[in-house]
DNA sequence: GTCCCTATACTCGGATAGCAAGTGTCCGAGTATAGGCGG
DNA sequence: CCGCCTATACTCGGACACTTGCTATCCGAGTATAGGGAC
């Protein structure tokens, strides 16, 4: 199992998009620049958070991507399912149903021990997503990084947007 | 994200394995034909779990797969990890270490909250998968499945064991 | 000085190659068994 | 009839192709802006 490393990217993308003023626009090649990772693909990463209404775009001149919702309406769930699609990760095939000793399908209206077992850890994993926003993140952020450096971040945003 | 096939075929395979007298060893090609999938690539999984101490082997003729502790002592985590390897779905690569506005290494002490707040997830879905065994599965089976296909699949298993 | 128009430069968006990991397969090494042989 | 030996057939184990999806990239469509010109 492993997440694509995109999904690092959108969610830094979302913690400094959270950390600016509301109606700020940063461009995508912006943020790359900001992170230093390619910027062709943490494009197609921000337009899955587009499409999925997370993020809003501003087109033109001077636009940019900005949060779609205050950040602290915005779960790290709905990041994770932008980037990495609603699919859940275990599949049951219903291998049940194949074989030699199997029978008829009327006989499984349940889903299986297995899969109710596996989807039963995905929803808790879940649930732990859906309770931590990129408001969250934001202030945590405060607490955890010197001054001088946010200070930093704020003059170089500052110098692009200029 | 996505689980591989073979992991739910392993899972399958442990129940299987988990509802036989302890002693009785069950071939890798019989497990393929009971659940009718690749006979090779099912041994792919085996041997995984069987490196992972999962399951043990019985080698030349009469040999087979059984499990190598009883069901109640096998998580659906210890099947998990030894399918699908130990190293976390989410992996931090400090991009925040990157970029025009990063300061040295020494200021990046404690994890980013992004990476613990995936973590945090992560752990939850392993402590679900924790709290399961093979045991309260094969359980599961026995009230779910009804007896005469539980007798069907005893017949099966006797039948290419003669 | 103010307003409008136009050209521009910058933005996002989807369509397009390259690569790693999962998927599927095969054959060789090793061993418990079954049968035959000798005592 | 019993015990031993050997050949066998079956098992697992690791090494080898193929396909899907993640990684990385490019160019085209569209728009807010900046500048110049007219009033």
Not at 58 to 81: F, K, M, N, S
Not at 121 to 146: K, P, Q, Y
Request: net charge negative; with cysteine; glycine share 8%.
């Amino acid at each position: 199992m492993k997440l694509s490393d995109g999904l690092e990217w959108a969610l830094h993308c979302c913690t400094v998009l959270g950390s600016l003023p509301p109606d700020v626009a940063l461009p995508a090649g912006r943020l790359a620049e900001f992170h230093a990772v390619p910027p062709a693909y943490l494009a197609k990463q921000l337009q899955a958070l587009s499409r999925a209404g997370v993020v809003e775009t501003a087109p033109g001149r001077r636009g940019g991507y900005r949060l779609a919702r205050p950040a602290t309406e915005i779960t790290l769930l709905d990041v994770v399912v932008a980037v990495e699609g609603e699919a859940p990760a275990f599949r049951c095939t219903e291998i049940r149903q194949q074989g030699p000793s199997a029978v008829g399908p009327e006989h499984y209206v349940e889903p299986c021990g297995i899969a109710r077992a596996m989807w039963r850890a995905e929803t808790a994993w879940r649930d732990e997503l859906r309770n931590v926003t990129i408001g969250d993140l934001v202030a945590e952020l405060d607490t955890s990084v010197s001054p001088e450096q946010q200070q930093r971040a704020v003059n170089w945003v500052i110098g692009v947007l200029s």
